[in-house]
């Protein structure tokens, strides 16, 4: 089955600081590929979406991710961290012809004041 | 523009009972997906419905069952509960497409989710 993974369960940053949070997918013909974000007790908030256009991808809140073909990535970043960034963050692909999301197991982005 | 809402928000049922979530879709939109998601992981898609039918189904038991309405809205039905079905339900709504022939589902848009607590 195509899958995706988060290279990191956990990642710690400082407010105003970078964020980078790793995303590989296995090998499929031009899949979609989501981030999410899902803030305590709350659900799944799309980011950004990458559908075979460009492969820089621009989102809300100051995040963007680039999708590398070579390397099977598509890591999110983020040039300045915020204490409201800190929750659990979710890559995520969708194959071509097919409905169903594929999640990846989530990062935990805590933001230290 | 209302988005996609779900009910109820909590809901405690004992082993072996049944219960049904409901989800109402994003204005304009007319598929519904529902997915598990579990204390710590990722959400695992159910089943999608479109035209008042099931799409397409993930590795579920049939003890899950679902419902579209002509008005979009959907029922996520699950008999018999265990223990294991204790999670977050979440129901996302999206538009669906046809790109070069291949039937597909344009960006989820996900509720706030039901939370099943089965003691």
């Known amino acids: 089955a195509q899958s995706v993974t988060q290279l990191d369960s956990h990642v710690s940053v400082s407010e105003g600081t970078p964020v980078l949070l790793r995303c590989n997918y296995s090998s499929s013909y031009s899949p979609s590929l989501f981030w999410y974000v899902q803030h305590p007790n709350k659900g799944l908030q799309l980011l950004l979406k990458?559908?075979?256009?460009?492969?820089l991808v621009k989102g809300i809140n100051g995040f963007e991710a680039e999708f590398k073909k070579s390397e099977t990535s598509f890591h999110l970043t983020k040039p300045s961290a915020h204490m409201s960034d800190a929750a659990e963050y979710f890559c995520v692909r969708r194959d071509t012809g097919r409905r169903a999301l594929t999640f990846g197991s989530g990062t935990r982005l805590q933001v230290q004041p | 523009d209302a988005g996609v809402t779900q009910s109820p928000t909590h809901l405690i049922k004992t082993r072996g009972q049944q219960v049904t979530l409901r989800c109402s879709p994003k204005?304009?939109?007319?598929?519904v997906s529902w997915y598990q998601q579990a204390l710590g992981q990722g959400p695992q898609f159910i089943f999608q419905?479109?035209?008042?039918?099931?799409?397409q189904r993930g590795n579920f038991p049939d003890r899950f069952s679902g419902h579209q309405f002509p008005n979009y809205s959907s029922e996520l039905n699950v008999n018999a509960l265990l223990l294991g079905d204790s999670a977050l339900y979440l129901c996302?709504?999206?538009?669906?497409?046809?790109?070069?022939?291949?039937?597909?589902?344009?960006?989820?848009?996900f509720g706030p989710g039901t939370r099943l607590t089965v003691l």
């Open positions: 990458y559908t075979s256009a460009a492969t």
């Open positions: 996302a709504s999206s538009l669906f497409l046809t790109r070069g022939g291949s039937p597909q589902t344009d960006t989820q848009y």
């Open positions: 204005s304009g939109h007319d598929t």
């Open positions: 419905y479109y035209e008042e039918e099931e799409r």
